[in-house]
C-alpha cells in the first residue's frame, strides 16, 4: 500500500511538472581533434602494421641452423673424475675395518683461585 502510495505521487509530480520554469540553455557541441602527438603515435603504428603485412619473404635468405655441442675441457673431466672417485670411496667404506675407541669424557671443575678471581 505505501510503495503504490510512493508511486502514485512520483507519477502525479512528473505528470504536474511545468518545464516553463526551467532555465534556458545552448548545447554547444565540441570535437576534441587529436594532438600532434596522437597522430605521430598513430601513424607509426599504422607503417608497422604495413610493413608487417606487406613484407616481401622471397628478399630473406636461407639459412640452416647448426647445432654445436659443447665438449668439456679436460680440467672439467678431471674435476668429475675426482668427484666420482671420492663418491665410490665413501659408498664402498667398509666400516668392519674401523678400530672401537671408547669416549671418555671430562668436565674439569674450576680451581678455587679461578673462583675467587671471578667473583671479584
Known amino acids: 500500500m505505501q510503495q503504490e502510495k510512493t508511486h502514485n505521487a512520483l507519477l502525479q509530480g512528473v505528470e504536474g511538472f511545468q518545464t516553463e520554469q526551467l532555465k534556458k540553455t545552448e548545447t554547444q557541441e565540441k570535437n576534441r581533434l587529436p594532438s600532434p602527438d596522437d597522430l605521430q603515435?598513430?601513424?607509426t603504428h599504422e607503417n608497422v602494421v604495413?610493413?608487417?603485412?606487406?613484407?616481401?619473404?622471397?628478399s630473406l635468405k636461407n639459412v640452416t641452423p647448426?647445432?654445436?655441442?659443447?665438449?668439456?675441457?679436460?680440467?672439467?673431466?678431471?674435476?668429475?673424475?675426482?668427484?666420482?672417485?671420492?663418491?665410490?670411496?665413501?659408498?664402498?667404506?667398509?666400516?668392519t675395518k674401523l678400530k672401537h675407541a671408547e669416549t671418555v669424557e671430562k668436565n674439569p671443575l674450576p680451581t678455587a683461585d679461578d673462583i675467587k678471581s671471578e667473583k671479584a
Not at 50 to 58: A, I, M
Not at 77 to 88: A, G
Open 41 to 43: 603515435q598513430e601513424k
Open 50 to 58: 604495413k610493413g608487417v603485412e606487406h613484407f616481401d619473404k622471397d
Open 66 to 95: 647448426e647445432e654445436k655441442t659443447h665438449l668439456p675441457s679436460t680440467e672439467e673431466i678431471q674435476q668429475e673424475k675426482t668427484l666420482v672417485n671420492h663418491l665410490d670411496g665413501i659408498e664402498k667404506f667398509d666400516s
